[in-house]
């Protein structure tokens, strides 16, 4: 046993120092794991923030170029507040008292424009408004023309002249146009009581239709809007009423109405009327209808406050 046990001893001894290698080697192996697993974990945490702050400043100019076209847009939207037909004042009438009409409108590609038409000279400007700010009280409107002088560019400005918001001034060095507008029924009432339309008729206003509007009558070039929508106004006596109707090309009937009432002027060149709806959605609205046949051809000038419709029609 002894000898055994001597022959023995190296053997156990080189295993041990084998256990001993292999369990280094394990360990190395580990540690060099966990040093890999910490470095990508480095890595990953890293790409991670570059992602995520790429994705905040890709937010972060993504809600600033919105609100910069919302602001644009709201910017140039203030037009709407002065998208009523506007008659111009008694008190700011040059050229003999002629009276001129402002409104800013849409047109089907979302663009504003302004137009500006007056009894005697039809349509005089049709402008396209290209950006919109307030200075202090104003509206400063930068304007580009498209009928007077078309190609150039101008500056207004727009001001409310008292708290109901139904007057303002319009204002440009653009052919020295300067006058007071408002909107609504005072201004056409401003405008007949201008145009010598009294209570008490020279005329029974049947007749007047009769001799003066009744048929079918073509909007003249120059006073059309919308992109040049040909408008068409019909007259017609039927079964002991006179009636009204409005077509258009681009949007069929516009408007068609019942005459319940009107007023001629002494002089027979002017009638002032007042119409029911009869379509919906503005079923049994009433409105008035101003009708002007001073002026050369055989024409009429046509305006009245529902739908803000100002045009002069030939037979």
Do not use: C
């Not at 709407?80 to 009438?93: L, Y």
């Not at 002088?149 to 060095?173: L, P, R």
């Amino acid at each position: 046993m002894m000898t055994r046990g001597k022959h023995q001893g190296p053997h156990k001894s080189n295993l041990n120092k084998i256990i001993i290698s292999v369990l280094a080697a394990v360990i190395l192996v580990l540690l060099a794991v966990i040093v890999v697993n910490q470095s990508r974990s480095k890595t990953d945490d890293a790409d991670k923030t570059s992602v995520e702050s790429s994705k905040a400043s890709s937010s972060s100019s993504t809600k600033q170029a919105t609100v910069q076209v919302h602001h644009a847009t709201a910017g140039i939207g203030q037009l709407a507040n002065f998208s009523q037909s506007a008659v111009e004042d008694p008190d700011t009438r040059t050229n003999g008292g002629d009276v001129t009409y402002s409104q800013f409108y849409l047109d089907s590609d979302n663009n504003w424009y302004w137009s500006f038409s007056s009894d005697k000279r039809g349509q005089i400007e049709n402008a396209r408004a290209t950006s919109v700010k307030r200075d202090s009280a104003d509206y400063v409107v930068q304007l580009i023309s498209e009928k007077y002088e078309s190609g150039t560019s101008y500056e207004a400005k727009i001001h409310w002249n008292n708290s109901d918001h139904t007057n303002y001034n319009f204002n440009t060095s653009f052919k020295s146009i300067n006058g007071d507008y408002t909107f609504g029924n005072d201004a056409l009432s401003s405008y007949s009581s201008a145009n010598d339309v009294s209570t008490s008729t020279s005329g029974n206003y049947y007749d007047w239709l009769k001799e003066n509007v009744d048929g079918e009558a073509m909007e003249i070039p120059e006073t059309r809007t919308n992109g040049g929508d040909v408008t068409g106004s019909h007259f017609e006596y039927y079964a002991g009423d006179w009636f009204w109707d409005l077509d258009s090309s681009k949007r069929g009937t516009v408007i068609s109405a019942q005459i319940i009432s009107g007023t001629v002027s002494h002089d027979g060149t002017f009638v002032t009327l007042t119409a029911q709806n009869m379509g919906y959605p503005d079923y049994n609205d009433e409105f008035t209808i101003t009708i002007n046949t001073a002026i050369s051809n055989g024409d009429y000038n046509l305006k009245t406050n529902f739908q803000s419709v100002n045009g002069t029609y030939q037979f």
